[in-house]
T-cell receptor, first 116, second 113 residues
Framework: GAVVSQHPSWVICKSGTSVKIECRSLDFQATTMFWYRQFPKQSLMLMATSNEGSKATYEQGVEKDKFLINHASLTLSTLTVTSAHPEDSSFYIC????????????FGPGTRLTVT | ELKVEQNPLFLSMQEGKNYTIYCNYSTTSDRLYWYRQDPGKSLESLFVLLSNGAVKQEGRLMASLDTKARLSTLHITAAVHDLSATYFCAVDIFTSGTYKYIFGTGTRLKVLA
């Protein structure tokens, strides 16, 4: 089955620094990837749609300059949290639809970000 | 505003009992997805329901979809402790040239031995 990986699985950073999270599709190409954020005991909220070769599409209320998304290749999307603050601490999950099943998404294992 | 609501939000049940989780959504969608999430983990796909009347079963879980009522159910039969987790439903919507998922509020299930 389709596999999506994320790196790192967890990261701790200091306020004001930036942190990059990678999302890779291991056995399929993904022209589109999605980034979600999940706060403790809450649901997943779509942050943005990452598009290979073009700009990401951000959901309402998500700061584009704070959450930089780069879809560098058909198998890699990165989310960079810039000038991180404690309120950015969250569980970040990416997903991608495998080729041929445009409506179905496969989810990565998630990245736990803690900003101190 | 598109809403996907689950009921109940919390569920504590005894082993061996049956129960149903409901997922209501406010948009027109022919597809619905059920996921399980264990603490600290990502999502595990349980069911993909692709049309009205779809019913799928896996072990003690059975999911169904009524697109006319905009309702999906996840039925638990003879619950066991291993089913303790948070369950999410999601619908997809086509917007801005792609399909996006909107997740439900989640149902935290605790099965008591």
């Amino acid at each position: 089955g389709a596999v999506v990986s994320q790196h790192p699985s967890w990261v701790i950073c200091k306020s004001g620094t930036s942190v990059k999270i990678e999302c890779r599709s291991l056995d399929f190409q993904a022209t589109t990837m999605f980034w979600y954020r999940q706060f403790p005991k809450q649901s997943l909220m779509l942050m943005a749609t990452s598009n290979e070769g073009s700009k990401a599409t951000y959901e309402q209320g998500v700061e584009k300059d704070k959450f930089l998304i780069n879809h560098a290749s058909l198998t890699l999307s990165t989310l960079t949290v810039t000038s991180a603050h404690p309120e950015d601490s969250s569980f970040y999950i990416c997903s991608a639809p495998p080729g041929g099943k445009y409506y179905e998404q496969y989810f990565g294992p998630g990245t736990r970000l803690t900003v101190t | 505003e598109l809403k996907v609501e689950q009921n109940p939000l919390f569920l504590s049940m005894q082993e061996g009992k049956n129960y149903t989780i409901y997922c209501n959504y406010s948009t027109t969608s022919d597809r619905l997805y059920w996921y399980r999430q264990d603490p600290g983990k990502s999502l595990e796909s349980l069911f993909v329901l692709l049309s009205n009347g779809a019913v799928k079963q896996e072990g003690r879980l059975m999911a169904s979809l009524d697109t006319k009522a905009r309702l999906s159910t996840l039925h638990i039969t003879a619950a066991v402790h291993d089913l303790s987790a948070t369950y999410f439903c999601a619908v997809d919507i086509f917007t801005s040239g792609t399909y996006k998922y909107i997740f439900g509020t989640g149902t935290r299930l605790k099965v008591l031995a």
